[in-house]
């Protein structure tokens, strides 16, 4: 049976298939929806983590135990699951145990472009990379074989184009493949007497895996006319396919450890072969310290960025493809703004007429550090904020006591740790937790706060305001985001206050579906309006100024009344 399938969805039929039994994540585009898919299969227990460490650690135990497991994160989360990676590396698995890992080259929804590939090696476990959606079905699958035949985690990494696209799938039945537990405290207990015999098993598995490289199924040479030969791998080969489709390629779909034999034996075919691959030079540099002088590959491609058949052509062939027809129009330029209805507008507005320094997270809220706002200074990874924010005071000798900004996910997952660090060290900070009750920015996944699992069943809800005066805060006090004037003096107030204080702003996001409300449409009286453009400053995307006329746009707005609250006219009104 085929069946057109996303990327991520091929890798969950895949887990389906494989018999996977325990799978933890933590979302991040562009994985998430792995587990989303995963959720909806009965047989496979699926479940959020706080944090990719935790997933990971879970999916650890569940593999040791004797069942396979799987683990789902962005690239960033592989730095925090990095701890217990470099570790399952030497203590091996059990039963099989793979991390589904998405990069995100060109930076659609991340904060930086790091390449899986090189913590993979530091880390010496295999990576596999599919190319489009049945190859991530099949080479998950791969993935788990791999890691019983050589006792190893293996890292199937994806990139965007790939976790984002879609193929033809070809499905197969569900197999079994569970082992019993075993009791084995040389293998499993990384004291340093039993670190140091695994790390030279860790070592004669790389020799193995090196030679196994060079005959693996998923490294294939297709056979072209060109005078020139290509190596690639991933979402690159799909480029490649379709900017010169009848060229030479070396396909490598196992790409950690690469294959010498393979590779020397193609490139002595040619007196020129492209190494073209995104982000590092990864394959480049290896290909490099065989001693293979014919290569060209980050000399003439970039460094940065997604690739496309349109630069392929352009370097190799130096064609230019003009095939998109351009609009003879100058498009306006539309930064990213809040939702219209979000809290977190109101909390942004509170801060930016306090004027402080405020640290930031990742999160929807890092759009606060944009116009009109401009109410945040810093934006690291997740859960710095509040470190950050302790770091200014104590930069400051406890003299600058910043505000620290965090949405209620990001505080679980790695926030928590940042406060209690605070408190220890007697800081002077204002921590404000956005709490919409969601994870927001990728797409409303639940989290230990929300009270709700991955498959919507109630379970025990984690109590913020509870948790923040367990960890020694002894101002806390919720607050409504969407009253400014109460904010702006609850703000001032907090941080004249010596210690940390927590001010949690509680409000749902208005675009999930748990907490849809009937709308109460606003819409401007054109006759009060003294057109002071006030409104317009709270930056709703539902508010716009035509022709020096403020108007609502009905469709947009989602019943918030902030707008009503900055207008000191009373022109705003709600339509009966």
Known sequence: MKKLMLGNEAVARGCYEASVKVVSSYPGTPS???????????????????????????????????????????????????????????????????????DDPGMHSSQNEQDTRMIAKA????????????????????????????DTPVILRLTTRVSHSQSIVELEDREDYQSEYIKDISKYVMMPAMARKRHIFVEEREKLLSEFANNCELNRIEKGDTSFGIITSGISYQYVKEAIPNAWILKLGLVNPLPQKL???????????????????????????????????KDIFPLCGEYSAQLIKKVILGVEDNKCDKLSIELPIRTPVLCPGCPHRGIFYAIKKVGTIT?????????????????????????????MAHGINKASDNNEKAVAVIGDSTFIHSGITGLINAVYNKS?????????????????????????????????????????????????????????????????????????????????????????????????????????????????????????????????????????????????????
């Open 32 to 102: 998430t929806e792995i587990t989303e898919y995963i959720a909806k299969y009965d047989d496979i227990y699926s479940e959020w983590a706080p944090n990719e460490k935790v997933a990971l650690e879970v999916a650890i135990g569940a593999s040791i135990y004797g069942k396979r497991a799987l683990s789902c994160m962005k690239h960033v989360g592989l730095n925090v699951a990095a701890d217990p990676l470099f570790t399952v590396s030497y203590t091996g698995i059990n039963k099989g145990l793979v991390l589904a890992v998405a």
């Open 123 to 150: 880390a010496k476990v295999p990576i596999v990379e599919p190319s489009d959606s049945d190859e991530c079905r099949r080479f998950v699958k791969f993935a788990f074989k791999l890691s019983e035949m050589y």
């Open 263 to 297: 590779i020397k034996d193609f490139c002595n075919k040619f007196e020129k072969v492209y190494i073209i691959e995104e982000l590092d030079p990864f394959i480049e540099n290896y290909v490099r310290s065989l001693g293979i002088t014919n290569v060209h590959g």
């Open 359 to 387: 640290t930031g997270d990742i999160g929807c809220y890092t759009l606060g550090a944009l116009k009109p706002f401009e109410a945040i200074d810093t934006c690291v990874c997740m859960g710095a904020s509040i470190g």
């Open 428 to 576: 002077n900070l204002l921590l404000i937790i956005l709490d919409n009750s969601t994870t927001g920015m990728t797409g409303h996944q639940e989290h230990p706060a929300t009270g709700f699992t991955i498959k919507n069943e109630p379970t025990y809800m984690l109590n913020i305001v509870e948790l923040c005066k367990t960890v020694g805060v002894d101002n806390v006090d919720v607050i409504d985001p969407y009253n400014i004037n109460e904010n702006v003096e609850k703000i001032k107030k907090s941080l004249e206050t010596k210690g940390v204080s927590v001010l949690i702003a509680k409000a749902p996001c208005r675009l999930h579906k748990r907490f849809r409300i009937d709308k109460k449409i606003r819409q401007v009286d054109n006759k009060k309006c003294k057109n002071c453009k006030m409104c317009l400053s709270i930056g709703c995307p539902a508010i716009s100024n035509k022709d020096g006329i403020i108007k609502i746009d009905e469709n947009l707005c989602f019943s918030c009344g902030l707008c009503q609250s900055v207008c000191k006219f009373g022109a705003i009104i709600t339509k009966e």
